[in-house]
Every structure is written in structure tokens, then in C-alpha cells.
Nanobody, 114 residues
Framework: QVQLVESGGGLVQPGGSLRLSCAAS????????MSWYRRAPGKERELVAA????????NYADSVKGRFTISRDNVKNTMYLQMNSLKPEDTAVYYC???????WGQGTQVTVST
């Protein structure tokens, strides 16, 4: 069955960095576009970034452009989200998902605070 497991979240000060990972199994990872979403307290889920199956095309929410970088390793069946210059408004639970499907991970908490 499809499994997506996020890791790498935590508490970081404003201006800091984190790298999230999403380990995928149970499907042909290299055949699917993948996405990172986030849900902040009291807010709707927001698309953060997406990446094509081969990794050559990426898209970002305006709020993270220039600060976040999505990437993937189709040999390791893993997707990443490098987050730099973090802001308090980036605080949320971050989820990885198979784009266009209902397959999501359990999420990893990112908290940006002093």
C-alpha cells in the first residue's frame, strides 16, 4: 500500500533553516508528481511546492518563493523541502502527498519561534 512518511520538522528560530524529507513506498515513485502542503492553526491547507515526476519542473507558493526549494531523488524514493529564512508565519504541519490523489503522509510539525 502507499506509504508516505515525513520527517525533519522541529522548532527553529526565525531566519533559520530546516530540511524536510518524505520517504515514499508502495507505488512507482518516479512516475508521479509530488507536492508539499501545509496547514497552519485555524487556516486552510495551502500548497507550498510541487515537483514533476522527473524533477525538472517545480512550482512554489508566492509566500515561499526564493526561500524554499523542493527536490526529489527517484533512486531513494524520497522528496525533500529545503526551507531557508524561516518566518513565524511558516509555522504549520507540513504534509507530503502524491499530486492529484488522496495519498498523504501523517505530517511533520514545523514551528518557527524565538
Amino acid at each position: 500500500q502507499v506509504q508516505l512518511v515525513e520527517s525533519g520538522g522541529g522548532l527553529v528560530q526565525p531566519g533559520g533553516s530546516l530540511r524536510l524529507s518524505c520517504a515514499a513506498s508502495g507505488f512507482t515513485f518516479s512516475s508521479y508528481a509530488m507536492s508539499w502542503y501545509r496547514r497552519a492553526p485555524g487556516k486552510e491547507r495551502e500548497l507550498v511546492a510541487a515537483i514533476a515526476s522527473a524533477g525538472g519542473v517545480t512550482n512554489y507558493a508566492d509566500s515561499v518563493k526564493g526561500r524554499f526549494t523542493i527536490s526529489r531523488d527517484n533512486v531513494k524514493n524520497t522528496m525533500y523541502l529545503q526551507m531557508n529564512s524561516l518566518k513565524p508565519e511558516d509555522t504549520a504541519v507540513y504534509y507530503c502527498g502524491v499530486t492529484g490523489t488522496h495519498y498523504w503522509g501523517q505530517g511533520t510539525q514545523v514551528t518557527v519561534s524565538t
